[in-house]
């Protein structure tokens, strides 16, 4: 047993299954995973959900200094003893989801990395979160469910292809670290998980008008899903077929094309018509 795990032993700590904690204690995969994140001694870290602190005491013999955010307050008093003895090292407790993120990292070097072993619960709302918030950061590190990780890492038409990696992919250039079978919790959740790379973009993967037009768009295009983008055009924006079909002509793609085949680039195009259709109706 882990020196780490025995101190959650002695502490007599019930793990809760509502904050989703599923903690790793095996000392080569930890070592394997910081490794596998990249981070070096040039890079400031946002640890989110450090939980046992097994993990955190890696990220900060490999990074510069570590900002841990722990929601469990039964948690803070164990990693404050646990971390007592390393400089390079702040905890903050809190919600992350409601955390001013800029603020709470203002001393951090910039941009920063962040390497987080994300409740399932959260994790698409989270990613969203990091990746509009308008902190600057070099990448994100991310433990996710491998159902998740599938859907990041997909292509248009793939089954998985959505809103979750039209944004991440939009922003980030997404590639898979390793895979993490659930038998190396404790507790095992019931699904293996993922650490996925997320190498943040110097500049977005298409240019576009207006982003938040090419997001609403991209909304609409998984709305309704086997339908015609030209349909879920209607749908969304309450505009005539007439209207819509103008638009995906201008966007140069087929009326009947589905929207879950749409490409980045195609997404682009189809938003920055809309631009242009919305700003002329105004």
């Known amino acids: 047993m882990s020196k780490t795990k025995e101190r959650i032993r002695d502490s007599q700590l019930r793990y809760k299954q509502n904050l989703g904690q599923n903690f790793l204690y095996d000392e080569d995969l930890l070592a394997a995973l910081v490794a596998c994140s990249g981070v070096t001694q040039e890079d400031d870290v946002l640890e989110i ?17 570590v900002l841990s955010v722990e929601l469990d307050e039964r948690l803070i008093p164990l990693l404050q003893a646990f971390m007592h003895d390393k400089p390079n090292f702040t905890l903050v407790q809190g919600d992350v989801m409601q955390l001013n993120l800029p603020e709470v990292t203002a001393s951090l070097r910039k941009p920063l990395s962040v390497v987080a072993n994300i409740p399932y619960y959260i994790t698409t709302p989270l990613i969203t979160l990091l990746l509009t918030c308008g902190l600057p950061m070099k990448r994100l590190a991310l433990m996710v469910q491998k159902e998740v990780a599938d859907k990041i890492l997909s292509k248009p038409g793939d089954d998985g292809w959505g809103m979750l990696a039209v944004r991440c992919q939009y922003f980030c250039e997404p590639e898979l670290g390793m895979d993490v079978p659930a038998h190396l919790f404790t ?10 790379l997320l190498p943040v973009r110097e500049t977005p993967a298409v240019a576009v008008k207006c982003e938040e037009d090419f997001f609403r768009v991209a909304g609409a295009a998984f709305a309704l899903r086997r339908k015609t983008m030209t349909n879920n055009l209607c749908a969304t924006f309450r505009m005539s077929r007439e209207e819509a079909v103008g638009l995906m002509s201008q966007a140069g793609l087929d009326e009947k094309v589905r929207g879950e085949k749409l490409t980045l680039e195609e997404l682009a195009r189809l938003a920055d018509a809309y631009t242009a259709f919305r700003e002329g109706r105004a």
């Not at 959900?49 to 200094?65: D, Q």
């Not at 507790?187 to 996925?196: G, L």
């Open 187 to 196: 507790p095992p959740p019931k699904v293996d998980s993922a650490f996925v």
């Open 49 to 65: 959900g450090p939980g046992s602190g097994s993990m955190t005491k890696h990220l900060c013999a490999a990074a510069h200094h």
